[in-house]
Every structure is written in C-alpha cells, then in structure tokens.
C-alpha cells in the first residue's frame, strides 16, 4: 500500500533537508527507515485531502478555523505533547513516551495504514503509524498550531493542542457510514 494512498505517487515527495529540516534534526535522531515511511505531500494533495477528510469550506484553511461544532469533535484526551517535546533525545527518543503510546494506541485497529498530519489546507505529510511514534516531535516542529492527525481508513483523528493537550476521536461521517 502506498504511504499516499489513492492519489498516486506525484502526490508525495520523500523528505528534503532544507524544506522538512525537523526529520533531519539530531536532537529528533529519528532513522534512516522511519524517514523512509514519511511523504511530505503537495500543496494540490493536501487541499484534495483537506477537502475529502476535513472541511470543503473556503475560510477553514487551517484547523483553528473549523467552525464550533464541526463534526471532528474529541471524545478522548490524551497526554501532554508540550511536556514530553522537550525531553526527546537520542536518549530518550520519541517512541518510548506517553505521546507514542497513546497515538498507537489510538490508531491500532489499521497498524499499516497510513495516517495525515495536516497543519493547514497546503501542507500535509502521510506516514506510517510507526514513523508516527517515532517523528510526532518533528511534527509539532513544522506546525504546533493545532495541527490535526487523520487515518482515513478508521475515520480516527487527534488534535494537537497548541497548550500541550492531545485529544482524539473518529470522525463522526466515518462512524455513520
């Protein structure tokens, strides 16, 4: 299965020093095969799946946006992401942590399917669940804004809070259908 799903292989581009520098960062120490299961997508492929998953409206570009009452709505919190960013560390790295755990724990029922940071309408990553564990402070490097996780295939999602707090649930049109 590919790490873009449906929207082909020009949809995704493997990472680039200059332009995804967080996965290249040697605080994050994150490996050769973890950067391997990460694409950085286009700004065409994110708008594409922003639309699809998120919001078809014109002014919900970002997700501090969406409007009061949207269907992505949290029903479970989980850790806080602030409190463990600053401790990751080649000793202490990113998988072992509480934020790793609860985000597997959320996304367990499709181990292989790929999961969407989206930190706007325009930029999106798609990666492994595993390369979630391990890259999430990479992440909230390029956007800490609320920046939003989305596995397409369970309808699952978590917010990432800009004060720290993880919260998650399914996507309430993926739970109707």
């Known amino acids: 299965m590919s790490i873009v799903g449906d929207l082909g292989d020009d949809a995704g581009r493997p990472l680039q020093p ?3 520098w967080p ?4 605080d994050f120490s994150v ?11 286009t700004p065409h492929a994110a708008a594409q799946l922003w639309a699809r998953h998120v919001s078809v409206q014109p002014d919900e570009t970002h997700p501090m946006q969406l409007r009061e009452g949207h269907r992505l709505q949290p029903t479970v919190s989980g850790p ?27 996304f367990h ?17 798609a990666l492994t669940p595993a390369a979630l564990a391990a890259c999430w402070p990479c992440l909230l490097a390029i956007a800490d804004e609320s920046p939003l996780l ?14 720290g707090a993880l919260a998650g649930g399914e996507d309430k049109l993926q739970s109707d259908s």
Do not use: I, N
Request: aromatic share 14%; with cysteine; proline share 5%.
């Open 80 to 106: 806080d992401w602030l409190a463990e960013f600053d401790a990751v560390s080649s000793e202490h790295p990113a998988q072992s942590g509480r934020v790793a755990a609860f985000l597997a724990s959320h």
């Open 31 to 41: 490996s050769a095969q973890m950067l391997a299961q990460v694409r950085a997508l």
């Open 150 to 163: 989305y596995q397409p295939v369970t309808g699952k999602f978590v917010w990432c809070r800009p004060h």
């Open 109 to 125: 029922a499709a181990v292989a399917a790929p999961v969407l940071f989206m930190a706007s309408r325009a930029r999106a990553y």
């Open 18 to 20: 200059d332009a995804d």
């Open 23 to 26: 996965f290249f960062d040697a």
